[in-house]
């Protein structure tokens, strides 16, 4: 079995190494044929590393040491810090270290919970767009009812987009999906109705181009109360649109799970007989937390990036190397660029 190594930025998000540095000695733990290169300070690397039970001449240490790098960064790109700052400010930080291994070919992907529009921008510049490709594209899993996962994209990389992008999506994420299905995905467009009448001109015309397009599964377009019902295997929308559906939909799911909670830890009898009656569907509905799905694919890139959430906790982050790990594997980039000039070749 070939080895997959993973470039994984430390110091990104709210809570760095204290987070990172755990999640990869789990994923290490989980994913035999893992390697990672941890880039970061490398004081506040070694000093978890260390809290994690790491250390010289530990079982731990025996088991991994082989499989895993520590790359020592000076910066950190700060999570206020501006695209355009962040590539004139860049050098020696931890992100782009991490991209730096991926253009190399040191790292078959990088994970990073940091900076959002930063790790676009270095990405973007270091990495190259796929020919064929305007913008790249951020998208992630979301549960569905019947246990399955839908993966919806744009989630904010481009806050408004033309028909010309969301059909760009629309193929990126089709050959993303199927490497986790292996089968056909089902393409739907998010709008207002299911109706052609309905929706803006640029999710009209994209719907145009779909339906014209046999390399695409497309399905007629989704109303947002249906993201759930398994209708679809991939939702396209803007970035806007997506971000705003995916904050509302962990927001809501958040919000249940705590009161769920809550009540059933309540000492009336109230929370007796919930305990008694509910306490497998809270285990159910706990399965929809966000962090469960974490780790939105940079779509669209000649190499794989993997964006974790800023507050993302250990399991969450352990997640997000999976799906780097998944990718590697499928060798994503290459799909969606065969996919790519299968369309090119029907529009021509």
């Known amino acids: 079995m070939q080895d997959i190594t ?27 044929d893992l390697k990672i290169v941890l880039v970061g300070d490398n004081d506040a690397v070694n000093q978890q590393l260390l809290a994690c039970g790491y250390h010289p001449n530990s079982d731990l240490e025996s088991k991994l040491a082989d499989r895993l790098i520590v790359q020592h960064s000076q910066h950190v790109i700060s999570n206020s810090l ?6 004139r400010k860049s050098s020696g930080t ?7 291994l991926v253009a190399n070919a040191k790292a078959g992907a990088l994970v990073s919970s940091g900076n959002t529009g930063a790790l676009m921008a270095l990405s973007r510049r270091e990495l190259s767009l796929l020919p064929g490709i305007e913008r790249p594209a951020l998208v992630s899993a979301m549960p569905t009812k019947q246990g399955n996962n839908a993966w919806m994209l744009d989630l904010g990389a481009n806050i408004v987009s033309d028909e010309e992008a969301l059909f760009q999506f629309a193929v990126m994420g089709s050959a993303l999906a199927e490497q986790h299905l292996d089968r056909p995905a089902r393409v739907a467009l998010l709008n207002i109705g299911v109706e052609d009448i309905k929706g803006v001109a640029s999710v009209k015309r994209c719907a145009e181009l779909l339906a014209r397009t046999n390399s695409v599964n ?36 958040q919000f249940f799970i705590e009161k769920l909670t809550t009540s059933m830890m309540s000492s009336s009898i109230k929370g007796w007989i919930g305990r008694k009656l509910f306490s497998g569907l809270l285990k159910e509905v706990k399965a929809l937390n966000p962090d469960q799905y974490n780790g939105a694919s940079l779509l669209g890139l000649r190499g794989i990036v993997i964006k974790s959430h800023g507050s993302a906790d250990v399991s ?15 060798q994503v980039p290459s799909r969606i660029r065969d996919r790519l000039e299968a369309v090119l070749l029907e529009r021509h």
């Not at 501006?82 to 590539?87: G, H, I, M, N, T």
């Not at 931890?94 to 730096?100: F, P, Q, R, T, Y």
């Not at 969450?316 to 499928?330: P, T």
């Open 6 to 32: 993973v470039a994984v930025d430390a110091m990104g998000g709210d809570f760095g190494p204290r987070v990172t540095v755990p999640a990869v000695v789990q994923a290490l733990l989980h994913f035999p």
């Open 82 to 87: 501006k695209p355009s700052q962040a590539l």
């Open 94 to 100: 931890s992100m782009a270290m991490s991209i730096d």
């Open 218 to 253: 497309y399905i007629g377009y989704i109303e947002a109360n249906k993201l759930f019902d398994d209708i679809a295997d991939v939702i396209v929308c803007d970035g806007f649109t997506g971000n705003s559906c995916l904050k509302a939909s962990e927001g809501t799911a």
């Open 316 to 330: 969450a982050v352990v997640n997000a190397i999976g799906e780097a790990v998944h990718e590697v594997k499928r």
